[in-house]
């Protein structure tokens, strides 16, 4: 498919060849008629060829021009009708101008040979301005097209171009075949000009500018088909335009249209305000719907609302009163002082008043209760539209629109401002809702990042030797935990051992886990022992805790080369502890307040140290309250007892399958629901 | 969870109705704030219809701690189950709180 630049080249060269040949070809029949000994045997239906080649390259070539012209501009098309008109004008003027003064009388002007090529010169411009206009008036009827719009000229082209043959067989100007093909294409115009709608869509100044172009290309329009018609029957002519019936019914069509837009354009000058009105209207209905989603404040809502339920009104003065998060009224006013606007509220007032003592008078309420309009008695202001803007049932601001005139707010005005006030409300809405929903956002990703904070706490390995071994399981509530459980190696044959729960949920608590976990890392080092490590420990976290925060924890020194297990217990839940030799099952009893109860001095009177001696075959358990005090569905809590009484069934087995155990057992009874605290087994087995 | 505030005897009993976890200690906060800021110098605290309290509430106690000893106000808790106590002697605040089986045995301590 050629470019469209190429098929317009292509056409140019293809249109002057044609009327080169024409001119050509009608001079040396021309020369031939009037010599009557010269035989040139030019065929006598060449003219009529070069003239359809002619017609039908220019058809060819301003149907391209044209169609890349997307965004259609009404005046700019009627302007190149305009250009192409006057220059076209211009020449033929020029011409007549050249023949009346320059050389008239003398034997130049007599010759038939120049009269004939000024003609066709003539007719090359004519017909490249019939054809141009015809196809800007095409693109204009088919501004709004429907499928049997374009159908309709689809036809009318089709038979225009087919009429062009009609030339090749003999026939007299306005015979029967003529005046019929004649008369079938004016018909099939006038069936198409009424598609006018483009002369609405030009707003006052343009309709005044396609007014002014159409009579300047009626005028042109006028001033050739004088000319032609003038030129008509002239012997000379070879080629004469208005033996053919295709110019002659495009050129009919061309004026028709012209006219009839002209009237229209004319007659539509009163009324392109509305029109204008209308647009403005969508427009700001438009602005409206999105503002909700653009990100725009409530605020820049009520704005836009009012100003454009007063320009849709045409209302001179207006305000908008709001409730700003639920305190004090707030205010956004149009042309109107705070002061006169109380009187104004007072005037309304009174009415409202009037109306209750006397039923009946004249006030409308729009079908929804909503809108109100009344007649005031005010100095300045005659008449009120009252809005009430509601957003999910709840009332949540008033809008006030003040005409001067009485009765300004007609039904029209009415049904517009309920409009404007419902998109209102549900871009209020979504902003409201893309607000929460940004905010939630906000807390998933904060919990996401706690989330992480809190995996990166827990120890990927737990440190031990030949002596025992030792496995551990955590299970945190939500996206984040606050219980906690780390071993540190602090000599070949001592180990730190600690379990611990922070107070709270969410991110608070892996906060404060973090802190605690650089507490144990740093204090164990030091190898002191539980008690003093509590000690120190509640020192470092009481500058960081919370005021209503507070840590248990249970903390143990291993000694493997001595056989001992210190501990000591700061609020923590009593670990349990099987003494092998003795077959006894306990829970280790150790005075201890939680950490961060006490922030000064005074704590280390509240926590103490013990000493057990270790066996192989001995069992300690350490877990958080969160298996203890986890329920079933009716309430009925875990407790110390149950899980006592699981370690014992155990007993005989593995650290690792005491720990599975107690971990089914706990889902087993809470039917895998109830578990809303994190919980947390951390198991050592003496070999 | 309620939360009722009286004068009784020469002494200010706040009631605790249900349990106490993270949203409603934010009411016994408040009701405690209102009694020390009241300059009450005899606060019990009526735990019969307590049933759980979380680590929230048992935070809100604690922080009180210092602020009691230093208007030299003395704060009981009464009637407990044992439940709830068993919670508050693994803590250790059963060690600066001063906790009673009675009504009676509250008000003594109290005044005491």
Sequence with gaps: ?687 | MQISSVLEDGSYVITINGDVDASSSIMLDEAINKAIREGQQHILIDCVNLNYISSAGLGVFMSYIEELKAKNSRMVLFGLSERVENVFRVLGLDQLLNIMDTKDQAKQQAHG
């Design chain 1, 1 to 687: 498919m050629p470019s469209t630049n190429t098929i317009i080249r292509f056409t140019t060269i293809a249109a002057i060849v044609c009327w080169l040949g024409l001119v050509m070809v009608d001079l040396m029949i021309g020369f031939e008629l009037s010599n009557a000994n010269v035989e040139l045997g030019i065929p006598r239906f060449l003219p009529g060829i070069f003239l359809t080649g002619y017609i039908v390259s220019l058809f060819f070539h301003y149907e391209h021009r044209l169609a890349g012209a997307d965004n259609l501009n009404f005046i700019e098309l009627l302007w190149r009708v305009f250009v192409t008109g006057l220059i076209a004008t211009i020449v033929s003027v020029f011409i007549q101008f050249f023949l009346s003064f320059m050389v008239s009388g003398s034997k130049l002007a007599e010759h038939d040979l120049l009269l004939s090529l000024l003609y066709h010169i003539n007719i090359g411009l004519i017909l490249a301005f019939v054809i141009s206009t015809f196809l800007v008036w095409k693109k204009l009827i088919l501004y709004q097209k429907t499928k049997s719009l374009l159908r309709t000229w689809q036809v009318f082209e089709y038979s225009f171009l087919a009429s062009l043959l009609f030339h090749f067989i003999p026939h007299v100007r306005f015979d029967i075949p003529f005046s019929l093909i004649f008369a079938f294409l004016v018909a099939l115009g006038l069936v198409i000009t009424p598609n006018l709608k483009w002369v609405a869509f030009l707003n006052f100044k343009q309709k005044w500018k396609s007014i002014l172009l159409i009579l300047l290309i009626l005028l042109y329009l006028g001033y050739f088909l004088i000319y032609l018609l003038d030129q008509r029957d002239n012997e000379l002519l070879i080629s004469d335009l208005s033996n053919h019936v295709s110019v002659l019914s495009i050129y009919t069509f061309i004026i028709l249209y012209a006219i009839s837009s002209l009237l229209v354009t004319l007659f539509n000058l009163p009324t392109t305000s509305v029109f204008e009105q209308k647009l403005e209207e969508v427009v700001n209905f438009q602005r409206l719907s999105q503002s909700g989603q653009t990100g725009q404040s409530q605020d820049e809502i009520y704005d836009l609302l009012l100003d454009s339920s007063m320009s849709a009104s045409f209302a001179t003065a207006a305000w908008f009163e709001f409730n700003h998060n639920n305190e004090n009224t707030e205010l956004i006013t149009r042309n109107i002082k705070e002061r006169e606007l109380n009187n104004v509220r007072t005037a309304i007032q009174t009415q409202a008043e009037k109306k209750t003592k006397r039923p009946g008078i004249s006030s409308r309420v729009s079908p929804r209760n909503d809108t109100l309009t009344e007649n005031i008695k005010h100095s300045l202001f005659k008449s009120v539209l009252i809005y009430a803007l509601e957003v999910q049932q709840e009332k949540i601001g008033t809008m006030v629109l003040l005409k001067e005139v009485s009765d300004g707010f007609n039904n029209d005005v009415v049904n517009i401002i309920n409009t404007f006030g419902n998109q209102a409300s549900v871009s209020i809405e979504n902003y409201r809702l893309l607000q929460s929903a940004i905010e939630n956002e906000r807390y998933l990703e904060e919990l996401n990042i706690a989330k992480r904070v809190h995996e990166s706490l827990l120890p990927s390995t737990l440190e031990s030797n030949e002596y025992f071994e030792i496995t551990a399981f955590s299970k945190p509530a939500d996206e984040v935990g606050g219980d906690y459980y780390d071993t540190h190696r602090i000599s070949q044959d001592k180990f730190a051992m600690i379990i611990g729960d922070v107070s709270g949920k969410g991110t608070s608590a892996a906060f404060n886990m973090s802190q605690m976990k650089g507490v144990f890392h740093s204090l164990a080092q030091i190898d002191l022992d539980p008690r003093e490590f509590l000690v120190k420990a509640n020192h470092a976290l009481g500058r960081c805790l919370e005021r209503t925060s507070f840590i248990t924890l249970s903390y143990f020194v291993l000694d493997t080369r001595e056989k001992t297990i210190q501990f000591s217990r700061a609020g923590h839940c009593p670990s349990l502890y099987y003494d092998h030799s003795q077959l006894k099952l306990n829970f280790l009893e150790s005075k201890g307040l939680g950490l961060g109860i006490i922030r000064n001095e005074e704590y280390c009177n509240y926590v103490e140290v013990n000493q057990i001696n270790f066996k192989p075959g001995d069992l300690l358990v350490m877990y958080t309250d969160g298996i203890t005090e986890a329920k079933t569905p009716t309430g009925e809590e875990f407790g110390y007892d149950r899980l006592k009484q699981i370690v014992n069934e155990n007993i005989k087995k593995s650290a690792r399958d005491i720990q599975k155990a107690i971990i089914d057992g706990l889902l087993e009874f809470t039917l895998a629901d109830g578990i809303e605290d994190d919980y947390t087994t951390m198991i050592l087995k003496f070999n």
